[in-house]
Structure formats: structure tokens, C-alpha cells
């Protein structure tokens, strides 16, 4: 079965653009969800999607945005961009068929994204 | 106060040794689940092992164990007879049933590397 797949895999963006990246799960998984990893703030959640649906958000400004398709791929948005968005963004699925204690993320490998 | 906290932030291991990743995690909910993840230096993250927070036994999976001590909120990875391809940023993690759907809220990471 193959993974999860992000692209792109790098980008170089200046300020004040905006960009989407894209995730597409495991085959069968219904649950994307969102981080965004820096040096200085870690490992962060940005926001899930189960069934379409926006089920989960972190807390980052209205500049981030996703959502999902019937088929589950995601996608999220940053506009206008700023320099703290240089980060290694990371796509993860799940199965989610219970609460979510027990549904084992698995990642993508990451879109790094380098805002100029 | 710290959710997931990861005290070591980096060790040095020797080949075919055993090492302890140290994970304390702050909780009120009685449902968690805690999940540790590898990440090397490509950036994916990789999905080790998973405890439950009714979960009687400790897990293990392979080489990997993780040493639950629930009264004391600790979840420690041990990784058996170390190998040159353990050499990775190690994230200890936590799910709570409280947040709805899946959120994984991380710690620092400990960087381990191994020695020939």
C-alpha cells in the first residue's frame, strides 16, 4: 500500500504570496490532519479533516486554511506569507474509524517551505 | 504548563547498546493514548510504538518497548541492541479523547545518534 504522499516537497516562496500544498493519504484513510514544524516552535497541529469536514483546529492564524475532497486528499493554504511560515509542513492520515486515542497518524514526508 | 515533555535533547549511544528516551506527559483526561515517532534526517516521521492509557501491558514492537509508569506520567521508549540507522530525532506524543478527532500534541524531541 503506498503512503502518504505530500507535494511539493520543496518550495521557495517571498513574502506576502500565498501557497497550497497538497497531501494524499493512505489508501482507505478518511482522516488528514496538519503540522507545521519550525526549529523554534516545534511540532505544532494546525487542523484535521475527517469526511470533508474541518473536525479539529490548532491555533494559527485565518491565514492558514484546508480542506478535503471526497476522494480525502487535502490541501491547506497559507496567504500571505510571512517569514515565520518557513517551516517543514507535514501531512498525516488515519484511519479514524474510533475516537482518535488509538488511530495511528502516518506521515508524509513534509513540503519544506522557505519564504524569502 | 508542558503537555509532552522530552528532558534529554540529545544522547549519544553505543552500537548494540540499549538506550531510554525519556517522555513525562501532563493530562487530566483519564483517555490518552501516547505514541512515539522517529524522525530522521529526511523528515518523515515514522511511526514507532502506541500505549493506551488502559492499557495493562507495556507495548513493544521489535526492538522498541515503552516503559508506562501511569501514577508517574511517563512513557520511556527503550530501544534494544541499537543500531547506526537508529540514529534520529525521537518525538514522544499524545492523543486526548477530550479534543475531538485526532490531535497529536508533541514534546521537544531527543536527538539520538549512534556510535560504531
Known amino acids: 500500500k503506498a503512503g502518504v504522499t505530500q507535494t511539493p516537497r520543496y518550495l521557495i516562496k517571498t513574502r506576502g504570496q500565498q501557497v497550497t500544498l497538497s497531501c494524499s493519504p493512505i489508501s482507505g484513510h478518511r482522516s488528514v490532519s496538519w503540522y507545521q514544524q519550525t526549529p523554534g516552535q516545534g511540532l505544532q497541529f494546525l487542523f484535521e479533516?475527517?469526511?470533508?469536514?474541518?473536525?479539529n483546529k490548532g491555533n494559527f492564524p485565518g491565514r492558514f486554511s484546508g480542506r478535503q475532497f471526497s476522494n480525502s486528499r487535502s490541501e491547506m493554504n497559507v496567504s500571505t506569507l510571512e517569514l515565520g511560515d518557513s517551516a517543514l509542513y507535514l501531512c498525516?492520515?488515519?484511519?479514524?474509524?474510533?475516537?482518535?486515542?488509538?488511530?495511528?497518524?502516518?506521515f508524509g514526508p513534509g513540503t519544506r517551505l522557505t519564504v524569502l | 504548563a508542558q503537555k509532552i515533555t522530552q528532558t534529554q535533547p540529545g544522547m549519544f549511544v553505543q552500537e548494540k547498546e540499549a538506550v531510554t528516551l525519556d517522555c513525562t506527559y501532563d493530562t487530566s483526561d483519564p483517555s490518552y493514548g501516547l505514541f512515539w515517532y522517529k524522525q530522521p534526517s529526511s523528515g518523515e516521521m515514522i511511526f514507532l510504538i502506541y500505549q493506551g492509557s488502559y492499557d495493562q501491558q507495556n507495548a513493544t514492537e521489535g526492538r522498541y518497548s515503552l516503559n508506562f509508569q501511569k501514577a508517574r506520567k511517563s512513557a520511556n521508549l527503550v530501544i534494544s541492541a541499537s543500531q547506526l540507522g537508529d540514529s534520529a530525532m525521537y518525538f514522544c506524543a499524545m492523543t486526548e479523547r477530550k479534543a475531538a478527532g485526532n490531535k497529536l500534541t508533541f514534546g521537544g524531541g531527543t536527538r539520538v545518534l549512534v556510535k560504531p
Open positions: 498525516a492520515s488515519s484511519t479514524s474509524r474510533g475516537t482518535g486515542l488509538t488511530d495511528t497518524q502516518y
Open positions: 479533516y475527517f469526511s470533508e469536514t474541518q473536525r
